[in-house]
């Protein structure tokens, strides 16, 4: 008995040397399906990226096949969402938007990401003057009002409205991201993992990137999915405000058709396409936090 | 170093500031393709080129961008703020008459918003997982979740279309006379409840969770078992000791926010037709309309230049402890 214990431990410390990737994922993963809201979330988020990705093939119509059959029919009649004005199936319509909302949330979120941990690690990384220069470029951003800035970029760029969105938006959007890395870096560079690679050559970069990046990704990838839903919301308010493609298949493009509609007998065009918004959002918030509680990362930002 | 010094120096940091958001925007506009004076001439086939040419040479367009910035910057120092390419009126005016309308939704929201959300996040911390914590952090996540012009639609549509309780658009009702001063009052109060309500409600999702987690955090300290275990009264315990640290975060919040509801103003002004700031700077923003624009921009970054110096003066009042390096 006694000697089996022994066998077992010397096997346990051989094993804790370091956890594999894959037991670390099992670990998220179990908290993370433990949390209802988080699974919930989860859930939804999936779902709107399964529909994204396979839209045209999941959408009975395509975005410009009118008339199918007589203009605002309301939803749940012979159409599951009812139809616009011009007679197109609101159904279709969002299975088609929510491609371009997940394709402007990615693609924002994986700029501000490059543009954030960049930045962050250099900061907390080497520190001095560097780090004052770039925290205080990063306080001016974090203070410009993006939307604004949105609006007029833009206008003034009209071609490739969605890309200049996705563009500006990632400029704009790292500098929180850049001050939750910086102060990474900052209290790791100093721990005993970091200065044991040093003393065995390690050279600088290798110890930025192999060595700390990966001990920050927990809270890397908590604040990332939270800022999809940002993006989300940038592009269906400059949409709605009239400004980017009025043709593309758009969330905000449908409420501001839907928006002349609403008092009178077309409540629902307008209608459905904030829900699909709420709910994505909704999704994107919840299994955020989720996985801030599976991760253990720290709740407040400063 | 004292505290004027520290504030002295908070507010030098403001000019280049400054100088770097007038900068980023003069320059993106006067590179974006099209200029105003194609704009301005539109399909007017009357206008020759040699006119063209002099049109762009009265508006200084046909200099180098950064004399252009330069001559735009002492125009500003002298109190010029130009004439609006397409008003036709000047600038100052058709600002000016903004401003107060965007200031008036702002200071409602920030205000109500702040008091909202400081007694429910107070009170959902004391009580952390009680029925009323879940009903409130429910609300902050639709609040945070919905997007606030989709929540303006909706209602316009409950509100002013199926009930007819309020009106759904502009700072007053044309075309009525009112016998009294408080009946115009009365008037213009129902046009702000429903976008102050909406971005009221926007806003406490985001500070009540703030508030809530701050709360939740100082009241696991040491000092706040130690004035209870001395047999503090529980409410003096909550309100003097507790809530004046867990407010620090929030109070910084708030001042570096200006842009953020400077934005969600933005689109509540465009969806009630609230002839403000944000509302014109949507009016604007298609049209190439440099003087306007520009007169914009000084305006926004020196509200939001001022929210950030009022966070750091009410930071340092707030924080004994705070150090100024």
Avoid at chain 2, 32 to 57: L, Y
Wanted: with cysteine.
């Amino acid at each position: 008995m006694n000697s089996r214990l022994n066998v077992k431990s010397e096997k346990r410390t051989d094993k804790i040397h370091k956890p594999s990737m894959a037991t670390q994922l099992a670990t998220v993963w179990r908290k993370l399906r433990a949390s209802r809201l988080a699974v919930f979330g989860g859930a939804i988020v999936f779902a709107v990226f399964v529909v994204a990705l396979f839209a045209p093939l999941i959408a009975p119509y395509g975005p410009e096949d009118r008339y199918i059959t007589e203009p605002l029919r309301p939803p749940f009649s012979e159409v599951w969402l009812g139809t616009d004005d011009l007679g197109r199936d609101v159904a279709s319509l969002l299975i088609l938007g929510a491609r371009t909302s997940i394709y402007v949330g990615i693609g924002a979120v994986l700029l501000e990401a490059a543009i954030g941990l960049a930045i962050g690690m250099i900061a907390g990384y080497f520190g001095g003057l560097i780090d004052e220069v770039l925290m205080r470029i990063a306080d001016v951003v974090l203070t410009l009002p993006t939307l604004m800035l949105l609006i007029l970029a833009v206008s003034m760029f009209e071609m490739q409205g969605i890309n200049v969105i996705i563009l500006v938006s990632g400029l704009l959007g790292w500098p929180l991201l850049a001050r939750v890395v910086r102060s990474e870096y900052l209290s790791l560079k100093q721990t005993t993992f970091v200065e044991a690679a040093r003393s065995m050559g390690a050279g600088q970069w290798r110890i930025i990137l192999r060595h700390i990046l990966p001990n920050t990704m927990s809270s890397v990838i908590v604040l990332l999915t939270m800022d999809i839903p940002w993006y989300i919301f940038y592009e269906a308010s400059l949409t709605f405000l009239g400004f980017g493609d009025p043709t593309a298949a758009s969330w905000g493009v449908l409420m501001e058709h839907g928006r002349r509609f609403l008092s009178s007998q077309g409540w629902w065009i307008a209608t459905f396409p904030g829900l699909a918004i709420l709910i994505t959002s909704l999704g994107f918030n919840l299994f955020g936090d989720g996985l801030r509680d599976a991760l253990d990362v720290k709740t407040r930002v400063q | 170093m004292t505290l004027l010094t520290y504030l002295t120096r908070r507010s030098i940091l403001i000019i280049p500031t400054f100088f770097l958001i007038t900068l980023i925007i003069f320059t993106l506009i006067h590179l974006a393709p099209g200029d105003p004076v194609s704009i301005m001439i539109g399909t007017n086939t009357k206008i020759t080129p040699a006119e063209k040419e002099r049109m762009i040479e009265d508006f200084g367009l046909n200099e180098p961008i950064h004399v252009q910035y330069v001559e735009w910057l002492a125009r500003l120092f002298r109190g010029d703020l130009g004439h609006s390419y397409a008003y036709h009126q000047s600038v100052a005016k058709l600002v000016s008459e903004r401003i107060p309308r965007t200031l008036e939704l702002m200071l409602m929201t920030e205000v109500i918003g702040l008091a909202l959300a400081i007694v429910l996040g107070v009170v959902c911390a004391v009580k952390q997982y009680s029925l009323t914590d879940g009903v409130c952090k429910f609300g902050a996540l639709v609040g945070y979740s919905a997007p606030s012009f989709w929540l303006g639609l909706m209602g316009i549509t409950v509100f002013a279309g199926m009930l007819q309780w309020l009106p759904s658009f502009g700072v007053e009702t044309r075309g009525t006379i009112f016998p009294t001063i408080f009946d115009v009052w009365f008037d213009h109060l129902k046009h702000l409840i429903l976008p102050v309500s909406i971005l009221v409600f926007g806003w406490v999702a985001y500070l009540f969770r703030l508030v809530r987690s701050s709360m939740l955090e100082v009241l696991r300290q040491d000092y706040i078992t130690t004035a209870r275990a001395k047999g503090v009264r529980e409410r003096v315990v909550i309100y003097k000791h507790a809530l004046r640290n867990a407010l620090l975060p929030v109070v910084t919040y708030e001042g570096y926010s200006i842009g953020f509801i400077l934005a969600g103003a933005a689109v509540i002004e465009t969806v009630f037709s609230w002839p403000g700031l944000g509302k014109f700077w949507v009016d604007v923003a298609g049209n190439r309309d440099y003087p306007t624009l520009m007169a914009l921009s000084i305006i926004v970054a020196l509200m939001i230049l001022l929210g950030n110096l009022v966070a750091d003066i009410a930071y340092a009042i707030v924080d004994p402890r705070i150090r100024y390096d």
